[in-house]
């Protein structure tokens, strides 16, 4: 927004300072007086003062306006974007998380298809997921493999916490998923 004031302000000058150099350019009638072996002669002559126009104040302008691009950025993504990065789950409704397997608990994000996988811990997730607005965030339709396994509370828990998330926010390489103004309900840490 600021960069579209300031190239209307610039255009505003330049448009002032033609008009200034076109008044300056207009004919004057002068008097014009010649020497010629001491006498005096003086001739009735029209003069016009001509004064060159740079252009490249407008040229300038002209480029600018041509080459100036907008680029605007979403505050949520730094380094890492919320979609097309594994973010592995390091801490769930308070606690810190220790996977039980040699697989790390994650949740990944498809931004082209709306849809994400996850794993915590026992059966594979998957689901849809929408961005409202910047920083908001809702999961539905998620579904799971039907293995049985040891804790599956905690995959549970997992669940029902990415059903309640409404925004998120990413700091550096740290991912928070959030219900309404609270406390962090998962944090993830960026995996690549």
Do not use: R
């Amino acid at each position: 927004m600021k960069k579209t004031y300031l190239i209307l302000a610039l255009t505003f000058l330049t448009i002032i300072s033609c008009q200034k150099k076109e008044n300056e350019t207009t004919s004057t009638e002068n008097d014009s007086i010649e020497y010629q072996d001491a006498t005096n002669v003086v001739n009735d002559t029209m003069v016009t003062d001509t004064i060159k126009v740079d252009s490249s104040d407008v040229e300038l302008l002209n480029k600018m306006s041509t080459n100036t691009t907008v680029k605007t950025t979403d505050p949520s993504k730094g380094k890492f974007a919320l979609a097309e990065t594994k973010w592995k789950l390091v801490e769930l409704n308070g606690k810190a998380v220790k996977s039980a397997t040699n697989k790390d608990y994650f949740i990944n994000l498809d931004s082209k298809s709306g849809k994400f996988a996850a794993f915590a811990g026992c059966n594979n997730l998957a689901g849809t997921f929408v961005m409202k607005s910047t920083g908001k965030l809702a999961f539905s339709k998620i579904i799971a493999t039907k293995m049985a396994c040891p804790n599956m509370e905690f995959e549970s828990n997992f669940i029902k916490t990415i059903e309640k998330t409404d925004n998120y926010m990413i700091e550096g390489k740290m991912l928070h998923f959030h219900k309404a103004k609270g406390a962090a309900l998962a944090k993830f840490e960026a995996v690549k």
